[in-house]
């Protein structure tokens, strides 16, 4: 089992670099200073919600 | 998801980026925001290496996926609100909007 802290209130939110749709990259850190950022964590695209 | 494409105008109204994440493929993504979803205009990224899921701490390791769940991120990059889902949960736009007119 890997160990896995939790990210909670209060905490720096770990910066990311992930790709989108159209292969564009994405990071957290590009917001910062400008907007807040809603991440919705989903699971497997074929389910509800 | 489509929920909060719905209310997208309202996150942009409160200088709030929505994004979407998930272990699936960027393919596998492109597809469901197409078709089941009617058309998803925020980004929809893909974890494919699980690196980030382990980051928030929200990797399934059973099925080397992700937990659902909800953060919000302020303008400095700090986390003020985290939400967790069981089986069945889905996040509510309504309440994660009021969660970011507070900030």
């Not at chain 2, 942009?12 to 493929?25: C, F, K, P, W």
Request: glycine share 10%; proline share 4%; net charge neutral.
């Amino acid at each position: 089992m890997t160990t896995q802290t939790e990210v909670k209130v209060g905490d720096a939110a770990p910066d990311f670099k992930l790709q989108g749709i159209g292969g564009k990259e994405y990071t957290l850190g590009e917001f910062k200073g400008k907007k807040n950022a809603v991440l919705l964590f989903y699971v497997l695209d074929w389910t509800p919600g | 998801m489509p929920a909060f494409e719905a209310r997208l105008k309202d996150f942009e109204a409160a200088n709030t980026q929505v994004m979407g994440i998930s272990t699936d493929s960027i393919f596998s993504h492109d597809a469901w925001a197409k078709t089941a979803c009617g058309g998803i205009s925020y980004p929809l990224l893909a974890d494919i290496h699980r690196e980030t899921v382990k980051k928030y701490g929200i990797w399934w390791a059973d099925l080397n996926a992700n937990y659902r769940a909800t953060y919000i991120v302020d303008k400095q990059g700090t986390v003020r609100f985290v939400e967790r889902y069981g089986k069945g949960e889905i996040p509510d736009p309504e309440k994660i909007l009021a969660e970011v007119k507070k900030l």
